[in-house]
T-cell receptor
């Protein structure tokens, strides 16, 4: 079984400030971790992933995330938030030990960046 | 690259009619496609996993006779909502996993807003 927790429904930050969107996961095999962003009435867009290697991964639009195995976390970060970053963010996990490709998504975190 | 086209983007239908939603991978072959339902300000609810050439695997609580899924080729999966009712109104999203790239991210369509009157 696998699961993802995004403990914050909403994150509010001021433009120019750093942002963090939290994610913890549980998976029996090797974790494949992903962050996606969703704008209103659209599908999800891929931001970044961790499969193996360096724990700090960099992705699209200046976002990065740090894989922490001991804390089973994969928090999304950005040093300086933009108003245009306001959207719904989903963390997802897939068990790399299987080839089913089935991902489990967190409940999503709405990020609001205020000017 | 890795574009998924979902059509239609929105549809309004009368109660009792059926609606077909298409999901196409435009520039890659997708071994597996997934269908989700999303309620307002909520997460994605996986409905079923669709594999080319075989029957779809439905999640618990999803009626397979109501939500018919066909994965006719490596680039096309369809979801048909049969005998639609107002409670079926929702945002439906498909995603595709590139063949032979299980560590790749999912590629999502832009969703279909279904309204049943």
């Amino acid at each position: 079984a696998q699961s993802v927790a995004q403990p914050e429904d909403q994150v509010n930050v001021a433009e120019g400030n750093p942002l963090t969107v939290k994610c913890t996961y549980s998976v029996s095999g090797n974790p494949y971790l992903f962050w996606y962003v969703q704008y209103p009435n659209r599908g999800l867009q891929f931001l970044l992933k961790y499969i193996t290697g360096d724990n700090l991964v960099k992705g699209s639009y200046g976002f990065e995330a740090e894989f922490n195995k001991s804390q089973t976390s994969f928090h999304l970060k950005k040093p300086s938030a933009l108003v245009s970053d306001s959207a719904l963010y989903f963390c997802a996990v897939r068990d790399g030990g299987t080839n089913a490709g089935k991902s489990t998504f967190g409940d999503g975190t709405t990020l609001t960046v205020k000017p | 690259g890795a574009v998924v086209s979902q059509h239609p983007s929105w549809v309004i239908c009368k109660s009792g009619t059926s609606v077909k939603i298409e999901c196409r991978s435009l520039d890659f072959q997708a071994t597996t496609m997934f269908w989700y339902r999303q309620f307002p300000k909520q997460s994605l609810m996986l409905m079923a996993t669709s594999n080319e050439g075989s029957k779809a695997t439905y999640e618990q609580g999803v009626e397979k006779d109501k939500f018919l899924i066909n994965h006719a080729s490596l680039t096309l999966s369809t979801l048909t909502v049969t005998s639609a009712h107002p409670e079926d109104s929702s945002f439906y999203i498909c995603s595709a996993l590139r063949q032979g790239a299980e560590s790749s991210p999912l590629h999502f369509g832009n969703g279909t807003r279904l309204t049943v009157t």
